[in-house]
């Protein structure tokens, strides 16, 4: 694609999505690799480049960019991985019995702490307006009160690891 980059739009730019790419920028700069996605709004490119170990992410500022060429499409692996690198992980590879045992944990410590939590699935409700899902940490709790998320999430912070009192997990 020859200048106009950010001329083109969204649906251009899906064409570039998932390709290997060789931008072209100001000044001579020459920049390589997947093309992962392009801000709707500044039109700045994405650019991923896999090594050992992980991911090196480059951006380069759309008002530089003047041309993008396609070098190659992804295949299947290289398309789950640009998928999936930047995604956390969910349960971390848990079994039933430990996630069971720590929604057990998280919902004894707020009840504890007089917050009013109900089980609901393998998800815990808080106040109704709050939602841990597995595996039960600060970052898993969703709401749309940032108060009521930020002193949840404090709270699961402080519990402490081991429980003087546990209680047998229940089925």
Known sequence: MQCGWSLLGPLQWLRYINREVKVRAGNDEEHRGWLLTVDPVSASVVLVNFRKGGASVQVVMGHAVEEVEVLKEADDETAER????????????????????????????LQKNRIPVEEAGEELRVAGVLIIMAPYRPEDCCSSNQIILGRIQRLIQIRPETDPDPDPPRD
């Open 82 to 109: 640009l998928r999936t690198t930047f995604l956390p992980q969910r349960t971390l590879s848990l079994d039933p019995v430990e996630l069971r045992r720590r929604r057990g944990a998280i919902c004894k410590w």
